[in-house]
């Protein structure tokens, strides 16, 4: 239970830059996910808290003290890493005693510790058995209860979950969101998969190029991402170059298709205009002010269904339909964004929103 | 109704197992091949031993006896060279551990200019003519004092471990995950707990291995330590090639080859107990 700041933390190797620069701080208790493509740097950051790595310059605070002298041995962190890393040649309950008995701690105490902590990852029985004689998902449960055992400060999480298989990955992902509101442990979770990081952070951390994109509650930046990287990154978002001119974005010239500008806030210039696929409103067929798009595939994903519209001048774009009924494979349909963010040169994206929300399914 | 079954399914049981013969009869040829040609050398060598007189053409030995053992572990040479074998023996091995294991661990963790080639290096003592690399060493050896002496025995016959020691070790420390390592560091470990705790127990098995395969190789050694130990310093594979040479008497043969057989022997079967079977094969990368 603690908590962590960040401080201009940077980390270069040669030269290449891996962390550019990450100011943040993790509040007591929650649970903070740090989300990017693979190269962005989150596993170094989280290496760099974890004493793996000494960073090039920057600060790590944890309850306000430096903790950047420290090695990795001494500092309050504990990690659970993304490949299978219980020693092979202990039993479980070894695995997770280690740790207490380098503490000194008596027999007995050690002996409940380490029941609790199995209790607590839903495998009261492992105690004896070794490593290999483990599921992926077991072992990572017992690398959870290693960790938590010794009551760190906080809690590091390293892509935990992403050598399972799918439906595993989501089981250990709800039993870990438990485990952490039980413990109300400060915890850190890296990943790079969107809906892992939607699903159980406080707030999310998206990182790219070293640098934090956007740090938010997943709903802000699900619906207000600030960069087009985020906004591309996150979900699934239609982006439409675009021209701003007299109150109007032009997108798709030669077509002609204008939405309307934020009021006053835009000068004449070229922009980015993002809208999610479920922000389309939609007609069967082309009303006046709307866009045909031709139906070139439709997926259905099972209580939704997702459309790739061929639009001349737009390209490709994708659309949430309704499954109230059937779509085929050719029809034309019109369609209109109801709500959308535009992206220019400076300041932040400004949200338009021209109806109410369009209900899914 | 019975009867006919019974009728028919013996003429097929018959010709299931001819057909067995034919199949299986090229294995069992080879494996009857096989256990003569292990025993066969072994049981000779065992049946010398005890021979006081074998003349031709009896099968088994004309007299029997135990004299010629108390002959043998009576001489004075051969009772030199038993603890001088065993001290040069162990000294080797030591010595070769001391050297080989931490620079098998430098070569695993650390990337350094000229690893490969360092590396390879030690493959060339066993891709030369080892006759010829020793003759010119002992000349070298002669400059330095160190013809006749245990420490020349010693130097020469390490030379020889080198390669295992050093491939074998550096292969499992390669192996060792560093997440382990690193997994432990987490939780608290010193560095050196790391190491003793953590990675030694994944590469003990390899390790095991290499000192097992020294110990036994050392032992047999025979061109280093007759270049450079003659006159001096005699270890029993030595001895024995003046003993066979000289003097038309197997039994001498016999008995230094069941005396060199005991501790490879014993060894072979304390390790198989140690390891568990499969670990030695596992050390060795197969």
Known sequence: MARLELIDLHKRFGDVTAVQSINLTVADGEFLCILGPSGCGKSTALRMIAGFENPTGGDILIDGASVVAMDANQRPTAMVFQKFTLWPHMRVYDNIAFGLRLRKLPRKEIDKKVDDALELVGLPTYGKRFPSQLSGGEQQRVALARALVLEPKILLLDEPFSSLDALLRVRLREELHRIQRQTRITAIFVTHDQEEALSLADRIAVMSKGNVEQLDRPSTIYANPQTLFVADFIGTMNLLPATASDGHLVIGAEHGYTLPAPQGVLHPGQVTVAIRPEDFAFSSAPEPGMWPGEIEQVIDLGHYRKALLTAAGLGTLKVYLPKSREFQEGEVLGVKPVRYLVYHETGSPVEVQLGPPVPVS | ?286
């Open chain 2, 1 to 286: 109704m019975g009867s006919q079954t019974a009728a028919r399914t013996l003429p097929q049981r018959q010709a299931r197992q001819r057909s067995w013969v034919r199949r299986e009869g090229f294995g069992l040829v080879a494996l009857v091949l096989l256990v003569i040609g292990i025993i066969g050398p072994i049981s000779t060598v065992l049946l010398w031993s005890f021979a006081e007189q074998w003349r031709y053409p009896a099968l088994f030995p004309t007299r029997w006896g135990v004299s010629y053992w108390a002959e043998t572990l009576s001489r004075a040479d051969i009772r030199q060279a038993l603890p001088t074998s065993f001290i040069a023996t162990l000294l080797v091995t030591l010595l070769s551990a001391l050297i080989c294991f931490p620079a098998s661990y430098a070569f695993a963790r650390l990337r350094f200019r000229g690893r490969q080639v360092l590396l390879l290096s030690y493959l060339i003592t066993n891709a030369l003519p080892r006759f010829g690399l020793y003759v010119s060493i002992a000349v070298v050896f002669f400059r330095l004092n160190l013809i006749g002496t245990l420490a020349g025995v010693v130097l020469i016959q390490l030379l020889n471990t080198l390669l295992l020691m050093i491939w074998i070790p550096t292969s499992a420390f390669q192996g060792v995950d560093r997440a382990l390592e690193e997994a432990a560091l987490d939780v608290g470990a010193s560095p050196l707990r790391v190491f003793v705790q953590i990675t030694l127990p994944q590469v003990y098995p390899a390790l095991a291995a290499a000192l097992l395969l020294t110990l036994v190789g050392t032992f047999y050694e025979t061109y280093g330590a007759l270049l450079i130990g003659v006159p001096r310093v005699l270890t029993i594979p030595v001895i024995m090639f003046p003993l066979i040479n000289n003097q038309p008497v197997p039994q001498y043969g016999a008995i230094l080859s069941l005396i060199l057989f005991a501790p490879s022997t014993l060894l072979l079967v304390f390790a198989n107990r140690l390891l568990r079977g499969g670990y030695l094969t596992a050390g060795l990368g197969v």
